[in-house]
């Protein structure tokens, strides 16, 4: 269906429905990405942030330094 009919639907000119489709295909693809991109920051984050520092440690901050 052209963007024109779909934009006469919509009340829209026909460029203003082609951004409308092209912000969509955004959201959509990018709706489907965040699980991997999710587990792979929680995962650096693991890894790269100080952990608590025990009982009776002397660190100054209270975190201790990654083994």
Do not use: H, Y
């Amino acid at each position: 269906m052209p963007f024109s009919e779909i934009g006469t639907v919509l009340g829209e000119s026909a460029d203003a429905t082609k951004m409308l489709a092209s912000r969509a295909r955004r959201k959509v693809q990018a709706a489907q990405q965040p699980a991997g991109a999710g587990r792979r920051q929680r995962e650096a984050a693991k890894t790269s942030w100080p952990r608590p520092a025990t009982a009776g440690s002397s660190n100054c901050c209270g975190f201790s330094t990654p083994k």
